[in-house]
């Protein structure tokens, strides 16, 4: 039973560009939270959702950023326009339930704005 | 909301001395207390948890953390480190009655030294 899987590992993008992120949670997990780490700091959580529902965003910020868990395929993070401050690290987790089901972590995406 | 604090962000510590990992937290309901491991250039892993029962829990590599409700901490100690024991260790609260997100800790970064 494969973890949860992000990718890509490492991304690079200029200042401007669109930036993708990719989760697929572990089998059987219908979950996913998005969690950024910036440097120095603790992982501050972004948002929640279950197949094709946000279920809450309140973490993410307000402009650029969008995130999607469709019914077939991987959950995405998209970060449009990205600015240096983007640079970070972004970890997705599942869970087969909210709530009080414990979540895991993928090993996450390393942002880089150059 | 709850936070978490971890008061001590870099601890170097030599080889088989004891290491203990300080966490405090506020919350005004019943929560559930995490502590992850990060690796370097790799994601968080679970390291213990605190749901309900026994105060004290401990994990599977000689890590232990015991919940003290009237202190609000929820300190992580080993007696003996290896040096595969240097990684960052984030402590991580939840609050089941109320949501399913976790609020980190800026985590703290232990070296361990020969």
């Known amino acids: 039973n494969a973890g949860v899987m992000q990718n890509p590992r490492h991304l690079v993008r200029r200042r401007g560009q669109e930036a993708r992120l990719r989760c697929s949670p572990m089998k059987g997990h219908s979950h996913v939270y998005w969690y950024r780490q910036l440097p120095e700091e603790g992982l501050k959580f972004m948002v929640y959702l279950q197949k094709e529902n946000i279920i809450d965003e309140s973490g993410m910020p307000k402009e650029r950023f969008s995130a999607e868990f469709p019914k077939e395929g991987p959950s995405i993070l998209r970060i449009q326009q990205v600015v240096r401050g983007d640079s970070a690290a972004y970890f997705c987790?599942?869970?087969?339930?909210?709530?009080?089901?414990?979540?895991?972590f993928g090993q996450g995406t390393r942002l880089t704005v150059v | 909301a709850q936070s978490v604090t971890q008061l001590d962000s870099q601890v170097p510590v030599f080889e088989e001395a004891p290491v203990e990992l300080r966490c405090n937290y506020s919350s005004s309901v019943s929560v559930y207390l995490f502590w992850y491991v990060q690796y370097p250039n790799q994601g968080l892993q679970l390291l213990l948890k605190y749901l309900s029962g026994s105060t004290l829990v401990e994990s599977i590599n000689g890590f232990e953390a015991e919940f003290n409700k009237s202190q609000t901490s929820f300190h992580l100690r080993k007696p003996s480190v290896h040096i595969s024991d240097t990684a960052e260790y984030f402590c991580?609260?939840?609050?089941?009655?109320?949501?399913?997100?976790?609020?980190f800790g800026a985590g703290t970064t232990v070296t361990v030294r020969a």
């Open positions: 991580a609260v939840s609050r089941p009655s109320v949501d399913y997100k976790l609020s």
């Open positions: 987790a599942s869970s087969p339930g909210g709530g009080r089901t414990e979540a895991f």
